[in-house]
C-alpha cells in the first residue's frame, strides 16, 4: 500500500474529498456515517458483542466521530499506512483511540484481537494479488465469531466511476467488482455473509433513500458492503 503516497494527500484529502462527491449534493461526513451506521446494524443482525473496532486503513479519522457515536462502548484502533493522515486524525479528533502505522504484514496485533473489522474504500488502493493475502491477515487479528466489514467503491455505476477517475488520490486505484471481494473473502478464511449495494440517490433526492432499504440486491448503487464473519 503506497505510504508515501496517501502522506502527501493527507493535507489536502478532505477538500479533494468534498470536491470530488459534489454532485452527490453531500460532504464527507455523510459518507462516513452511513458506513459506520450500517456496520452497526450489521453487527446488531449477527447479534454480536463488539468490545473492540479496528478502523483498517483509517486515513485522517473521518470515521472517528461516528465510531464514537455507534459504538460508544467499543475500544477503537485507528491503523493506516500513512503516519501523516494518523497524525492528522490524532489532531483532528483527540481522544482515546489508538493509532498505529501499518509497515506491512504481520499486521502489530495479537490473534483474535478485534471483534469487528471496518475498512472503506482501502482495498482499490491495494494490488488485487494483495487482497487475499490481506485478508486472512485481517482474519488472523479478528476473535472466532467476529465481523469483517468493507466498504468499496461500484465499478457498475457510471458515477462512481468519473468521481474516481477525476480524483487526485484514486489516481492509481482499480475498482473491484462485490462478486470479486466476496470471492476473495471467501477465500482468504472467512465465511461470507450478505452484500448490501448502497447510495442510489443524491440528496437533491433523499426522500426516496428509504427505499434503499429494499434495494440493497440491486447492483447498482454507487458503493456496496461486503460482509464476513471469522
Known amino acids: ?73 467499543a475500544e477503537v484502533t485507528c491503523a493506516d499506512v500513512s503516519e501523516r493522515s494518523l497524525e492528522m486524525a490524532k489532531r483532528r479528533y483527540p481522544g482515546s483511540e489508538r493509532f498505529c502505522a501499518i509497515a506491512g504484514r504481520p499486521l502489530p496485533f495479537e490473534d483474535a484481537t478485534f471483534d469487528l473489522v471496518f ?9 488485487h494479488a494483495q487482497h487475499i493475502p490481506w485478508l486472512m491477515e485481517l482474519r488472523r487479528v479478528t476473535r472466532p465469531g467476529g465481523l469483517l466489514v468493507v466498504f468499496e467503491h461500484n465499478p457498475w455505476n457510471p458515477l462512481t466511476v468519473h468521481a474516481v477517475n477525476t480524483c487526485p488520490f484514486d489516481a492509481n486505484a482499480r ?6 471481494l466476496r470471492a476473495s473473502i471467501r477465500a482468504s478464511g472467512w465465511r461470507p455473509q450478505e452484500t448490501w449495494h448502497r447510495i442510489f440517490f443524491p440528496r437533491s433526492l433523499k426522500m426516496f433513500r428509504p427505499l434503499e432499504a429494499f434495494m440493497r440486491a440491486i447492483p447498482i448503487g454507487a458503493q456496496y458492503c461486503v460482509i464476513g464473519a471469522r
Open 1 to 73: 500500500m503506497p505510504d508515501a503516497e496517501f502522506d502527501g494527500f493527507a493535507d489536502a484529502y478532505h477538500d479533494q474529498h468534498s470536491a470530488n462527491i459534489r454532485l452527490s449534493g453531500e460532504g464527507p461526513e455523510y459518507f462516513s456515517e452511513y458506513k459506520i451506521a450500517d456496520a452497526k446494524t450489521i453487527c446488531d443482525r449477527h447479534r454480536a458483542t463488539i468490545g473492540k473496532v479496528l478502523d483498517f486503513g483509517s486515513g485522517i479519522g473521518n470515521s472517528i466521530p461516528w465510531l464514537r457515536k455507534y459504538f460508544s462502548e
Open 175 to 180: 475498482l473491484i467488482s462485490s462478486r470479486k
Open 119 to 127: 475498512t472503506a474504500c482501502v482495498f482499490h488502493h491495494i494490488e
